[in-house]
């Protein structure tokens, strides 16, 4: 069975990174991983997930092969054909990895119910004379905010992390276009259930409410809704999303 010397392979990723120039923390953000996941890769205490091998590689200048063999393969004999089954190998790997939500009849009907409830509640602050460019302009981004990010949570959200977070202090969430950053908090696969059962809810809980929210308080407040209004939106989007997010994480550290 093959194994890598996690010494040697720490050694040859610390040689390269420098030949390329990066520092560790340059080298981790690249990956998003944390400084402290590269300096034990580079003192042999623990290796990178299987999905960092290839980005790790292009990175560092290396093919795979030579990121696993700990070494630079000057001989081009059967390397390509090597390469060739690690890159297909390691793609199906990544792509088994991430087992997402799904969709499911119950979370079409959640998902669409909030989605009526927020048209209708638009519809009758229409009839109520707000006009279309006034709503655009105060919900329209962070009604497609909340529709677009709860479409995520609901459907398409990884039910589990990469192993690679368990063993390390990783604060930023990575998903393709996706990016998440709670200050103070490390992603694991015990707090992971919570920060999506609570990114679900307050999605839809913001995209349902807040245009309820807007009419009541753009009534009650009159003349000074339009120097509270982005106050109010600013107070929404902190309380009803990053709080129950902060909270589910540091409930679960």
Not at 21 to 39: C, H, I, M, N, W
Not at 52 to 68: D, I
Request: glycine letters at 8%.
């Amino acid at each position: 069975m093959f194994e890598i010397d996690r010494e040697k392979f720490g050694r040859f990723v610390a040689e390269r990174r420098k030949e390329k120039g990066y520092t560790q923390k340059e080298l981790a953000s690249r990956l998003f991983v944390s400084d402290k996941a590269v300096s034990k890769w580079e003192r042999g205490l623990s290796m990178p997930d299987i999905a960092l091998l290839t980005p790790l590689a292009e990175l560092l200048g290396v093919t795979v092969t030579e990121l696993l063999e700990c070494r630079r393969i000057e001989s081009a004999m059967e390397t390509e054909q090597v390469e060739a089954l690690l890159q297909r190998t390691l793609r199906l790997s990544a792509r088994e990895r991430p087992r997402r939500a799904g969709i499911t009849g119950r979370r079409v009907l959640i998902y669409g119910a909030c989605l009526l409830l927020a048209a209708l509640e638009l519809l009758a602050l229409s009839l109520l004379g707000w006009t279309a460019d006034a709503l655009k302009a105060d919900l329209g981004a962070l009604m497609g905010i909340c529709a677009a990010f709860g479409f995520y949570f609901w459907f398409l959200v990884p039910e589990r992390l990469p192993d690679y977070y368990d063993g390390n202090r990783i604060g930023t969430y990575s998903d393709g276009p996706i990016r998440m950053n709670l200050p103070g908090v490390s992603f694991h696969n015990r707090n992971w259930p919570h920060i999506v059962k609570a990114g679900r809810w307050a999605m839809l809980s913001l995209l349902a409410g807040y245009p309820a929210l807007y009419g009541l308080l753009s009534w009650a407040l009159g003349s000074l809704w339009e120097a509270a209004s982005p106050w109010v939106m600013l107070a929404a989007v902190l309380g009803g999303l990053f709080v129950p997010l902060y909270a589910a994480a540091k409930r679960q550290k």
